[in-house]
C-alpha cells in the first residue's frame, strides 16, 4: 500500500479513521506503518441537525493504526459542496 501512496504526495486527501473522524489535508509524507502527515488539515464533523462544521488543525499526524481509507479529493468538485446544507449521521467507530 504505501508504494500507492507516492501518487497521492503533496495532493489534497480525504482520511477516515478506525473512529469514524474524517480529516481532508494536503498529504506531506508517511512511512511505512502508514502514519500519516498531512498539512493544511481539517477535520469535517458531521452532523444529521446542522451543516458539516469543519474544525481547522493546520499540521497533523495520523497513526497509521487507525486509518480505514485514504482517497484523493477532487478539489473542483470538493470546493462547489455546500457543506452548510449537507446533513448526516456521523461514522461509527470500527468494533474489532
Known amino acids: 500500500m504505501a ?14 479513521t478506525g473512529d469514524g473522524r474524517n480529516f481532508i489535508g494536503i498529504l506531506k509524507g508517511f512511512d ?18 446542522q451543516g458539516v462544521e469543519q474544525v481547522q488543525l493546520g499540521l497533523h499526524i495520523i497513526r497509521g493504526d487507525n486509518v480505514v481509507l485514504i482517497g484523493e479529493i477532487d478539489n473542483e468538485l470538493d470546493s462547489r459542496l455546500n457543506l452548510s446544507e449537507i446533513r448526516a449521521e456521523p461514522l461509527a467507530q470500527i468494533h474489532h
Open 32 to 49: 511505512q506503518t502508514i502514519n500519516l502527515i498531512i498539512d493544511d488539515s481539517h477535520e469535517r464533523v458531521f452532523s444529521s441537525s
Open 3 to 16: 508504494s500507492t501512496l507516492d501518487s497521492y504526495v503533496n495532493r489534497a486527501v480525504c482520511v477516515i
